[in-house]
């Protein structure tokens, strides 16, 4: 979609959470570019607390005040939101079974870790708004903007006045019966360093693989039938993974079966991603199986009903990335 949003997902089993960092997404703003040409490099898997700068430190000292356990680890957190979603037999031995999508660093504090991240607000964002603090402090050491660009842009939230472009403003164009002008986010944007890998959360197979070239579309994009075994019996669910790199439909053309944990691709730049300023993946589920490579990341009010039930809330593969 238009402003670029970003990404979450859970960290290590062993830590027991999701981890992901803050990035979020502008609109195509030329000069925001700048902030990350000079780190590019992806952070280190483990970041000592020491490492951050004061900004970060609050940002996650805030975070962890406010949950007083881990959002992964709290089952009576997560219950509810797979109960929504019961018809389709997801618990949570499945959902700590998943791989993450996109792996993100941790902080280590005193011998415990903790997932870095910034859970994105874009109800009143626009396309001219860079949504990253980029004082100097936040460049003052490696880490700089490359620990910034993990964030989480959330599902079913309405964003008014971000989408300006073509491909969500016409009304009579239709993506698989969905059309009118297209404001709310169906999916999770799971935001990284341009090259992070993608990784698939479950077994399956590539269904569809293609390059939507429209400026704020999905650029280059996959759709994977993913399948997992409940109670002997397969369980059937597709994802789509959005914004990728020129390399990923190399990865995984049209046919590839994935394993668990396999990487698919990558995250893509500005020119390969369907124009969006800070990279990310848009992660999308789908109760029905797409006939092409596409999925309407964005639908309109009238439609918002429907899209939340044929396209479920992501946080049921990804975990409890916020509340």
Same mark, same amino acid.
């Given at each position: 979609?238009?402003?670029?949003?970003?990404?979450?997902?859970?960290?290590?089993?062993?830590?027991?959470?999701?981890?992901?960092?803050?990035?979020?997404?502008?609109?195509?703003?030329?000069?925001?570019?700048?902030?990350?040409?000079?780190?590019?490099?992806?952070?280190?898997?483990?970041?000592?607390?020491?490492?951050?700068?004061?900004?970060?430190?609050?940002?996650?000292?805030?975070?962890?005040?406010?949950?007083?356990?881990?959002?992964?680890?709290?089952?009576?957190?997560?219950?509810?939101?797979?109960?929504? $979603?019961? @018809? %389709? &037999?997801?618990? !949570?031995? *499945?959902? =700590?079974? +998943?791989?993450?999508?996109?792996?993100?660093? /941790?902080?280590?504090?005193?011998?415990?870790?903790?997932?870095?991240?910034?859970?994105?607000?874009?109800?009143?964002?626009?396309?001219?708004?860079?949504?990253?603090?980029?004082?100097?402090?936040?460049?003052?050491?490696?880490?700089?903007?490359?620990?910034?660009?993990?964030?989480?842009?959330? $599902?079913? @939230? %309405? &964003?008014?006045? !971000?989408? *300006?472009? =073509?491909? +969500?403003?016409?009304?009579?164009?239709?993506? /698989?019966?969905?059309?009118?002008?297209?404001?709310?986010?169906?999916?999770?944007?799971?935001?990284?360093?341009?090259?992070?890998?993608?990784?698939?959360?479950?077994?399956?197979?590539?269904?569809?693989?293609?390059?939507?070239?429209?400026?704020?579309?999905?650029?280059?994009?996959?759709?994977?039938?993913?399948?997992?075994?409940?109670?002997?019996?397969?369980?059937?669910?597709?994802?789509?993974?959005?914004?990728?790199?020129?390399?990923?439909?190399?990865?995984?053309?049209?046919?590839?079966?994935?394993?668990?944990?396999?990487?698919?691709?990558?995250?893509?730049?500005?020119?390969?991603?369907?124009?969006?300023?800070?990279?990310?993946?848009?992660?999308?589920?789908?109760?029905?199986?797409?006939?092409?490579?596409?999925?309407?990341?964005?639908?309109?009010?009238?439609?918002?009903?429907?899209?939340?039930?044929?396209?479920?809330?992501?946080?049921?593969?990804?975990?409890?990335?916020?509340?």
């Amino acid at each position: 979609m238009i402003f670029l949003t970003l990404a979450g997902v859970k960290i290590s089993h062993a830590v027991g959470i999701v981890g992901v960092v803050g990035i979020v997404i502008a609109a195509v703003v030329p000069k925001a570019r700048t902030v990350y040409q000079s780190c590019t490099a992806p952070p280190p898997l483990i970041v000592a607390w020491e490492d951050l700068t004061t900004l970060q430190r609050d940002e996650l000292q805030t975070r962890l005040e406010y949950d007083s356990q881990s959002l992964w680890s709290s089952k009576e957190v997560l219950r509810p939101l797979l109960e929504d $979603y019961k @018809e %389709l &037999r997801i618990t !949570l031995a *499945d959902v =700590e079974s +998943f791989h993450p999508v996109v792996v993100f660093p /941790q902080v280590r504090k005193k011998n415990q870790y903790y997932p870095y991240y910034q859970v994105l607000n874009l109800t009143t964002a626009s396309p001219k708004d860079n949504f990253i603090a980029v004082g100097p402090e936040v460049m003052e050491n490696e880490y700089c903007a490359a620990l910034n660009a993990y964030a989480v842009g959330k $599902y079913n @939230e %309405l &964003r008014r006045n !971000l989408y *300006d472009e =073509e491909v +969500f403003r016409n009304t009579d164009h239709q993506i /698989q019966g969905y059309s009118g002008a297209r404001i709310i986010h169906v999916g999770i944007d799971l935001g990284g360093p341009v090259g992070t890998p993608v990784y698939a959360f479950s077994d399956g197979k590539v269904l569809h693989a293609g390059y939507n070239p429209s400026r704020g579309d999905y650029g280059n994009v996959i759709v994977v039938e993913h399948h997992w075994t409940v109670k002997k019996e397969l369980q059937v669910l597709w994802a789509l993974y959005g914004h990728l790199s020129n390399s990923t439909i190399g990865q995984s053309p049209v046919g590839k079966v994935l394993h668990r944990g396999q990487i698919l691709g990558w995250i893509g730049d500005v020119h390969e991603n369907g124009g969006w300023l800070h990279p990310h993946v848009h992660f999308q589920l789908s109760i029905t199986p797409p006939i092409t490579h596409d999925l309407p990341g964005v639908v309109s009010m009238a439609d918002r009903d429907r899209a939340l039930r044929q396209y479920p809330d992501p946080r049921i593969i990804l975990g409890m990335l916020y509340r």
